[in-house]
């Protein structure tokens, strides 16, 4: 059984996207807390898309403490803020989302079985609807995913600290039980990576 926990900024539909099931308990955090949540009973921490940034880096000490007890830690939203070690999303609309392509780079654990990629480049035949901006990677971190312009999109990194950290640009990822799009193709994508993530990484079977 995964104890995970889900920073929660009261983003509508965020709770039905975690949602327990016999593998994954999910605790929900609110982020109007002025101290830092204990992250120590969890396995696993998540900070979807939406998450107060502003808060992240108030509790930038416990998310640290928490790695170094070697756990793991999925961000699916960009920070601008410092808290995340060693890596730094980027805010950037500057390239033309028409020329947008994702590559799988490296993927070492096979977290991209059964996915098809191409779910997250279009949706309804439009690209470029998924990812925002980029990452600037740590030294040692995995990319997983880049962008055409070689931008890391994806990456794991299991060096930076005791503990994983697989984070995206921004790119939402969850066990959806709605649509963030009207693509359900896409919605398929991104619901079967995040069960893969679940079943390598913190390595519990999730149908």
Known sequence: MIKAAVIDNGIVGLRESYLDQPHVQYDFLPTHQATAPDFSPYDLLVVPN??????????????QRFLNQGKTLFCFDGWFTHWLPGSQWVADNSKKTIDIRYTLKADRYGLFEGVDLDHFIFSNGISG?????????????????????????????????????????????????????????????????YHNLLTKLIKTPVL
Request: charged content about 20%; glycine content about 12%.
């Open 50 to 63: 939406g998450t107060d940034q502003v808060a992240m880096y108030r509790w930038r000490e416990a998310v």
């Open 129 to 193: 609807w998924w990812a925002c901006g980029y990452i600037q990677p740590a030294p040692q971190a995995e990319v997983v995913v880049a962008d055409t312009w070689g931008r890391c999109i994806m990456l794991l990194d299991e060096q930076t600290t005791p503990g994983t950290i697989f984070a995206t640009a921004s790119g939402p990822l969850g066990d959806y039980a709605y649509g963030t799009t009207d693509d359900t193709g896409s919605m398929e994508g991104l619901t079967r990576l």
